[in-house]
């Protein structure tokens, strides 16, 4: 299959981005400042840096300025259309390097949460034990309706303090 390659969204006619995350100056004619004619500049794939998230960011040129954008947004609106409001660009893997197309989806930041999750790159859905030190295994880890985990041993203790507070607001009541 081969490399399809699509406008960067505000940057028609300078940028073009692929659906295997690679993004591309086009070549053009470049006036001289100082009046001494033109020259071309031929265009070239950009080389994409990390950010301090990890995801891959590039620096476009054009319309008097230059800005900086994440390779991953870049692909999903030249494929995908614009990002409708309250969404974020995903990906699938959790690999903020992967801009493959298939690999990217606009969707809510509670979806990535559960792709986290899912991949096991949750910092809490990844934890093997408690704060408190006791191992998350199938005899100590009891599983909450609301969807989280927690250690068996401190959930009996919190239990316990518990019940011995109301039972001291009781008695203090009937005091």
């Not at 699509?6 to 006036?31: A, H, K, M, N, T």
């Not at 409708?84 to 990217?104: A, F, I, K, S, V």
């Not at 990844?126 to 041993?153: I, L, P, Q």
Request: net charge positive; charged share 25%; proline share 3%.
């Amino acid at each position: 299959m081969s490399e399809r390659w699509l406008p960067v969204v505000g940057y028609e006619g300078l940028y073009e981005v692929s659906d295997q995350g690679s993004v591309r100056s086009l070549d053009r004619v470049i006036r001289r400042k100082d009046g001494r004619g033109e020259y071309l500049k031929r265009g070239r794939v950009l080389s994409a840096t990390p950010n301090t998230s990890g995801h891959l960011q590039v620096i476009l040129c054009g319309h008097g300025h230059q800005r900086m954008y994440q390779v991953h947004r870049t692909v999903l609106a030249a494929f995908a259309g614009p990002c409708p409001d309250g969404m974020q660009g995903l990906h699938y893997d959790d690999d903020p390097t992967n801009n493959r197309l298939e690999n990217l989806r606009w969707g809510t930041p509670g979806d990535n949460l559960r792709d986290a999750v899912r991949n096991g790159k949750h910092h809490l859905a990844a934890a093997t034990h408690c704060k408190w030190g006791h191992e998350f295994d199938s005899a100590n880890t009891v599983y909450r309706r609301t969807g989280g985990r927690a250690c068996r041993k401190c959930a009996a203790k919190s239990s316990r303090e518990y019940q011995r507070r109301i039972a001291l607001q009781k008695m203090e009541k009937t005091a």
